[in-house]
C-alpha cells in the first residue's frame, strides 16, 4: 500500500521530525510526505484557494483522497485499518490524504473528497497532526498483520 501524504506547511529538524522519521523506517507500506505552502498571506478566503491548488497540483490521480478536517468522521485504529483494508479490497493500492493550513481545507476540495477524517474535537498543531497520522497508518498496518503492537 502507498500513502501520499499532501500537507500545508514545512517540517523543519527536530523532535517531531525524529518521531516521523521512526515510523517511516518501521512502515512495510510506502509512506511520502509532499508538503507545500503559500509564501504571502493573502487572508483567510484566498489563503484557502490558493493551497487547495497547491494540493490538487500533487494528487496521485485515480486514488481516492482523504481529507483530515476537524468536521470529518472519527474513527478508531480498528475502524480506520478497515478503511484501509477496504480500499486495498476495492483494488486501490495508493491513497491520498490532505492536510490543509491553518485557516483549514477550501470547501470545493472538502467535497471532492472520498472520505473526510477528524482527529477529534480538539485543534492540534499541523505538525503533530501529521505524526498523528503516520502513527495510525502503521498501526493499521499492525492491525492488519496481526502484530503486537495495537494491542
Known amino acids: 500500500m502507498n500513502f501520499n501524504i ?7 529538524p527536530g523532535p517531531l521530525k525524529n518521531i516521523w522519521d ?9 509512506v511520502t510526505i509532499k508538503e507545500v505552502a503559500e509564501k504571502n498571506d493573502f487572508g483567510k478566503n484566498e489563503m484557502r484557494k490558493r493551497e487547495a491548488k497547491l494540493l490538487r497540483a500533487n494528487i496521485a490521480q485515480g ?5 483530515m478536517d476537524q468536521r470529518g468522521q472519527t474513527f478508531t485504529s480498528e475502524k ?5 483494508n477496504d480500499f486495498q479490497s476495492n483494488g486501490y493500492n495508493h491513497l491520498n ?5 491553518s485557516n483549514g481545507l477550501e470547501k ?6 472520498q ?8 485543534t492540534w498543531p499541523h505538525m503533530l497532526a501529521r505524526i498523528m497520522l503516520i502513527e495510525q497508518i502503521y ?5 492488519l498483520n496481526n502484530h503486537p503492537y495495537h494491542k
Open 63 to 67: 486514488f481516492p483522497v482523504i481529507a
Open 115 to 122: 472520505l473526510t477524517l477528524s482527529m477529534g474535537l480538539m
Open 80 to 84: 480506520f485499518s478497515d478503511c484501509i
Open 97 to 101: 490524504f490532505l492536510i490543509g493550513g
Open 6 to 12: 499532501i500537507a500545508v506547511g514545512r517540517m523543519k
Open 22 to 30: 521512526e515510523y517511516q523506517k518501521r512502515l512495510w507500506w510506502r
Open 108 to 113: 470545493t476540495i472538502l467535497e471532492s473528497c
Open 139 to 143: 498501526r493499521s498496518q499492525c492491525i
